[in-house]
């Protein structure tokens, strides 16, 4: 896995930022309010990266990237540029003369969420995480140990707040399924029911999504055309928007017939967030920060679910596919 790793690279991440505003909570309804209820707010984050480099796109990954609307030219034209720290490492060793300073933002800005997490005591959320951990690490934080354990003790000391895996989360739960897009549903869907009937534990709870945060593109390299010179599009794009828009109305009630099909129709209208519904605020389904969302989204409802106590003893334990056992990594207390 190491090696499979530090031979391929990410493209993009996301990062949501979830925080619970002091202000109280908004109307929800214009006359019926939930008797406990919970805001947060959501910030949601995009980065495309681009490793300095020979680009290299395997069938398959290329193929999974155009059907999911991914740009290639967008991330040639606006990707970051990024050298792995254990890359940065063997140049140095190698003592290359005259050799170009390496551009190390996305380092830097990681160096800077550490310290954010540690000294704020946050707790880094993920689902299905061990890759994204390992790709984070190799990426932006150090290069990997030879060894698994030195990785998993080091991961515990860049993250002494904690990892959460909402894939694990939702097993612990009893999830009829635990991919990402089913456990954010049926979160959702438990979140709506809880209009009627929320407790002090299992409150109600919103989460208001501000506008992403983009990277400005890069206009120095687009070449300018006069307005009136330009071919039109619009029919085109909006042809591509209303088919887009169909088939995520589709896979939305697909998931509404199941849910109901699981848990019986709900007492209060269902007005799921995963509707997309906050198309402007959150993009398509395979956008890093739409998962990230989707992550953050679901662990709000785990917060709210787990009784505090059980809560603590899921941390730092990440789901792996076809084992009984989570993997551990040692809690920093």
Known sequence: MKKVIEEHSIVSFGISIMKNPLASSPVVHPTIEPKYSQSYECDNYNFL??????????????????TSGFSIDRLIQEGIPFVPPGDIQKENQEEQLHAP???????????????????NNIPLILHNGLHDIMYLYHSFIDRLPKKFSSFVNSVSNYFPSGIYDTKYLAAELNFNATFLSYVFARSDRLRQNRFIESTEKEPYFEVI????????????ATKKIKLDDAPSFDDDNDEKKLKKQ??????????AHVLDWEMGVSQYPQ???????????????????????????????????FPPVKLQEKINKIKLDFMEHPLRFPFKK
């Open 209 to 220: 999504v501000n506008h992403p945060a983009q990277q400005q593109p890069n206009t120095s």
């Open 271 to 305: 007005t799921y967030t995963s509707d997309f519904t906050q198309e402007d605020a959150i993009e398509g389904a395979h956008s890093a920060h739409f998962d990230a969302y989707m992550t953050a989204f679901s662990f709000c409802y785990f917060l709210h679910t």
């Open 246 to 255: 169909k088939k995520k109305d589709v896979i939305c009630k697909a998931y």
């Open 101 to 119: 300073v390496k551009d190390t933002k996305l380092i830097q800005l990681w160096r800077a969420i550490l310290g954010i997490l540690k000294y």
């Open 49 to 66: 990266t681009l490793k300095e480099g020979p680009l290299v796109f395997g069938p398959g990954n290329a193929q999974f990237l155009a």
